[in-house]
């Protein structure tokens, strides 16, 4: 709880609104739409193995529900922290944290390996994407909707998602072209 309220110890009415406008991405369907607007985009420009795991990293969305089901962690309460933003389902994993990390990260890699995307745009996506992975974890604390041990441990699984994902993508284990 501390490291909960020491998150949440500087507050503005600009910073709410910031911190609502990281979240924005991973509330669905936001998120959903991303991907599959991402996926066709790549699919157009004759990236259709790009496009196809683009689209698997939604599977990870899959993996922090079912946590969330074994693990039953309740939200903070309002008794205990500001909340800001009122969410359901359980606490632990932080599906926002999951999903950045996982699609953005794997975008990150694309950014990476395709060297025919041209340079300032594949930087712009990086540096984009890694504010993004770097904040979402304050930002779900800042709201209220999280414990920071939610998005700390959030992160470790997700890590584990992006590298499988990565792992298959780079091992050109599906052949799509």
Avoid at 21 to 35: D, E, F, K, Q, T
Avoid at 96 to 109: A, C, Q, R, S, T
Avoid at 114 to 123: C, D, H, Q, S
Wanted: proline share 4%; aromatic share 14%.
């Amino acid at each position: 709880m501390e490291s909960s309220e020491e998150v949440q110890e500087h507050t503005a009415p600009i910073l709410d609104k910031g911190m609502k406008a990281i979240s924005w991405l991973g509330y669905m369907p936001n998120s959903v739409v991303i991907v599959l607007v991402t996926a066709l985009m790549f699919f157009l420009f004759k990236y259709k193995k790009e496009a196809l795991f683009l689209i698997l990293t939604m599977g990870s969305g899959i993996v922090s529900s079912v946590v969330k089901i074994i693990a039953n962690r309740p939200r903070p309460s309002q008794s205990l922290v500001r909340i800001i933003e009122t969410t359901r389902q359980q606490s632990y994993p932080s599906g926002h944290v999951i999903f950045y990390i996982v699609f953005l990260g794997f975008l990150i890699l694309l950014m990476y390996q395709l060297a025919t995307i041209p340079k300032f745009i594949r930087i712009g996506i990086s540096v984009v994407s890694t504010f993004l992975i770097l904040t979402i974890p304050f930002s779900r604390v800042y709201l209220g909707a999280h414990w920071f041990t939610d998005v700390l441990r959030g992160s470790l699984l997700s890590a584990l998602c992006l590298f499988t994902i990565s792992y298959y993508y780079l091992k050109n284990v599906i052949i799509f072209r």
